[in-house]
């Protein structure tokens, strides 16, 4: 156990790691000039060059880098280009909005996706069972900014129950649920839609397998069996494909995001990229691949505890 | 009730339960267009502040929020575009046009409680050189301000220009308080009518009218400005009520739409944005100004607009809009003619021409290339199209190095003539030492003489094709009915709010 868990941490530490380099790498060699960006058209050649002084960009990349390094290691993502404020505020600001959206969408994905999954593989041979499952397969096909779209055009414009986007923090909560609620469906029925896939075939598998026949055999109804064995069973690939999605959401959060106007991680990046404040990139970049390997290291805890055969084997 | 069925079942109400709330969270929702206005209104914006200060950010979305709503100037313009008093209530010049003498409005206070005297304006207008890192080619005549009492100020050029208090109803021309400054990034302090109340980044910015404003007191108290990065995210807003006015909307083919609502209007207010053919005067093939004149023959300027968008905007033969005084039309220079254009190409010896055009990611960018292009194929031209980002890639490639042969952008700063073509090291390139003495002496004489010599310039520039303006960008707004008082021309970059009011 505790060894499996320091190569976890391991390859952790290490794609992080690599991740800053790339990274960093990546934006010095993307066209177009912070400087001029900054200061506009009328700058002159000589405020370009004290801009650039000032922001520490004569300096040897190498030196750059570990700059950045050090100042990350203190949990300091370093001062914007643009704004002139401290990047680490904004982050937080940012990020613990698109983590309460992505928060949402995946437990609305959950809590839709595993009662449908699991009656889709139940009834798979009737017509309630196929019709989850034509509809699902729909879901998947569909971007979720084109379901933010229609529902802005149903829900803002058409009928004008809620707003067509903006965002009021949760400590205001009637505003906050008005606000929420379409990027959440936006963002979760497509997730949802994935999920209920991968869990009607878990459990549709699950039925075949020996230990329910067992459960069954000693008296258990077909339903009781799979509650009471086979679910459990059929987490493991489920969890995976959760773990999957939370990255794949905090990405679709950009487009969503952009969609609905929410002042989350995914419109700063959008933004910082076309200001090319560089090092506000840097910083959502390695957000969010913290975030996305965070994902995986707990996902690989959570088999270890769902399945007893992969603690022995640590 | 079999034991699976109560676990649906169950899970169902959960999943019941959120879509509840989802639902009573929309009953309750007071609705955003309801017909009973209070005092507030929401405007959708484009392009937002990254801080509010105006002395160190260039762009045009800092003044667009702060002038004339938290700062304001000695002078102003109004919606013609004409000078008018504003924290100076009156001014003479003496007859060499060096010294301006201002009379200044008693009784004005800073935000921050301060009163405004003719110290403050010797602060602001003599700290330009020290601490603004832009703009400050516009105050370098300045010599010195003298301060003759509390309420006058004496300001003093270096030399006559008639440019100059032009220039002093822009940002330059704004007014700051010594102890004001400690924070300009953030807290803005000024004598205008608003103060900025809060400022949530990549959503909105709020404003409050002043109680102690010297001047009329707006009848909208507070203002929520929100801002868009996506053109159809804003109309969105504005079909659902969220936002009261969409300020300079840049999707011309949804006006129809807007237009056929009782409930909205749309008003095609002037700007001074110039749809600009750039053309690099230093490459070849637009050295030659007669491929540059074949190019203004080549072009249905009409149709372009017409195609890209939606034909809102106006004609223009320089770069001149018809509200600056120097306007004259040159429309007729160069007329639609293709056969003229394959003349004058085979003259210059570029037949089967081939070239590049970069074009920057912006919609009117995009929208205008794709007619040139098929426009410019008539007459034998091939042009590649290459999309460059805007601002980040476009500024550093092509108006930084003027790495490029051909570019179009919407020039949107003021009075530009001058700076785009009186300068041989501008991107354009356009070298032409007939029009520097021209300049001088139109800028050191009479009103009468520089508003001549002003049109002799455009003239010039615009007989030699040194770049084609395509058409004059309009300032579309589109707003609920009910609102009025909407300042429509966008004759400087600042938005002004405190003439709205509701019916």
Not at chain 1, 257 to 269: A, H, K, Q
Not at chain 2, 179 to 203: C, K
Not at chain 2, 287 to 311: E, F, K, N, T
Not at chain 2, 468 to 494: H, K, R, Y
Request: glycine share 8%; proline share 5%; with cysteine.
């Amino acid at each position: 156990m505790a060894v499996r868990l320091l190569k976890l941490l391991g390859s952790f530490v290490a794609t992080v790691l690599v991740s800053t380099v790339v990274v960093f790498l990546l934006l010095r060699v993307l066209p177009g000039d912070p400087a001029t960006v900054a200061l506009g058209i009328e700058a002159t050649p000589e405020q370009l060059a004290a801009w650039r002084e000032q922001h520490g960009m004569n300096t040897p990349l190498v030196v750059q880098y570990l700059e950045w390094l050090g100042g990350l290691l203190r949990g300091d993502f370093g001062v914007s280009y643009v704004t002139g404020q401290n990047i680490s505020p904004v982050i937080t600001d940012r990020l613990q909005v698109t983590l309460i959206l992505v928060g949402l969408a995946m437990v609305l994905a959950i809590a839709v996706a595993v009662p449908l999954g699991t009656i889709a593989a139940i009834r798979h041979q009737r017509p309630s069972g196929a019709v989850i499952s034509a509809v699902s397969q729909f879901g998947v096909a569909v971007p979720s900014f084109l379901v933010g779209m229609l529902l802005i055009v149903f829900f803002a414009i058409e009928l004008d129950w809620l707003p067509s986007g903006g965002w009021v923090p949760p400590s205001e909560p009637g505003e906050f649920l008005q606000h929420v609620t379409l990027p959440v469906i936006a963002l979760g029925t497509v997730q949802a839609s994935i999920l209920t896939r991968y869990v009607r075939s878990a459990v549709l598998e699950i039925q075949r397998e020996d230990f329910l026949r067992t459960a069954r055999s000693k008296g258990l109804t077909a339903n009781l069996a799979l509650v009471r064995h086979g679910l459990r069973n059929a987490g493991i690939p489920v969890l995976t494909v959760v773990g999957l999605q939370m990255a794949g959401l905090l990405v679709g959060a950009v487009v969503v995001e952009r969609v609905f106007t929410i002042p989350g991680l995914g419109s700063y990046l959008v933004d910082s990229v076309g200001n090319r404040d560089l090092l506000a990139v840097q910083a959502v970049v390695v957000v969010l691949v913290v975030a996305i390997v965070l994902i995986n290291f707990l996902v690989d805890l959570a088999f270890t505890l769902l399945d007893p055969r992969l603690r022995r084997a640590a | 009730m079999s034991p699976t069925t109560r676990t649906l079942a169950a899970t169902a109400a959960v999943g019941g339960l959120l879509a509840l709330t989802a639902c009573t969270a929309g009953a309750t929702a007071s609705s955003p267009s309801g017909d009973a206005h209070d005092a507030s209104v929401t405007i959708g914006l484009t392009g937002e502040p990254v801080n509010f200060d105006l002395t160190t950010t260039a762009g045009s979305a800092i003044p667009q929020v702060l002038m004339n709503n938290v700062y304001e100037g000695l002078v102003a313009l109004d919606q013609d575009g004409e000078l008018q008093p504003k924290l100076a209530e009156s001014w003479t010049v003496s007859d060499d046009g060096t010294t301006y003498d201002f009379v200044l409005e008693e009784g004005v206070t800073f935000a921050n409680g301060e009163e405004f005297t003719a110290d403050d304006v010797k602060f602001s207008l003599e700290r330009i050189a020290t601490d603004w890192a832009i703009n400050q080619g516009k105050m370098a005549l300045l010599d010195h301000v003298e301060v003759v009492s509390p309420t006058e100020a004496r300001v003093v050029l270096s030399k006559p220009s008639n440019i100059w208090l032009y220039d002093m109803a822009g940002t330059v021309g704004l007014m700051f308080d010594a102890s004001g400054i400690g924070d300009l990034a953030n807290t803005p302090v000024g004598t205008g009518p608003y103060t900025v109340t809060e400022r949530v980044t990549g959503d909105h910015i709020s404003l409050a009218a002043r109680e102690d404003y010297w001047g009329e007191a707006p009848a909208i108290t507070d203002v929520d400005l929100r801002y868009f990065a996506d053109v159809v995210a804003s109309t969105n807003a504005l079909r659902a009520g969220d936002v009261d006015m969409l300020y300079n909307m840049q999707a011309p083919d949804l006006i129809p739409q807007f237009e056929a609502d009782d409930e909205l209007q749309v008003i095609q207010g002037s700007s001074n944005g110039e749809i600009l053919l750039s053309m690099n005067n230093k490459v070849a093939p637009f050295d030659d100004v007669r491929v540059r004149q074949a190019i203004a023959y080549a072009l249905d300027r009409q149709a372009i607009m017409d195609a890209a968008w939606a034909g809102y905007g106006e004609s223009i033969g320089a770069m001149v809009p018809p509200t600056d005084p120097y306007y004259e039309d040159l429309n007729d220079l160069y007329p639609y003619d293709p056969e003229k254009a394959q003349d004058l190409l085979a003259e210059a010896g570029v037949e089967d021409l081939e070239i590049t055009f970069d074009v920057p990611t912006r919609p009117y960018a995009t929208a205008v290339s794709e007619v040139v292009v098929s426009q410019l194929a008539e007459v034998g031209v091939t042009a590649t199209i290459a999309s460059d980002e805007f601002p980040a890639v476009w500024l550093d490639k092509v108006f930084t190095k003027h790495d490029y042969q051909m570019s179009v952008i919407l020039a949107v700063e003021a009075r530009d003539l001058l700076a785009t073509f009186n300068n041989p090291d501008y991107y354009i390139g356009y070298d032409n030492s007939e029009i520097a003495p021209i300049v001088a002496a139109a800028d050191a004489g009479s009103e009468e003489e520089w508003v001549d010599g002003m049109k002799e310039v455009a003239e010039i520039t615009a007989t030699d094709v040194a770049s084609l303006p395509l058409f004059l960008f309009p300032n579309i707004v589109v707003a609920d009915a009910q609102l009025d008082g909407i300042a429509g021309n966008a004759v400087t970059e600042s938005l002004v709010l405190s003439g709205l009011r509701w019916d």
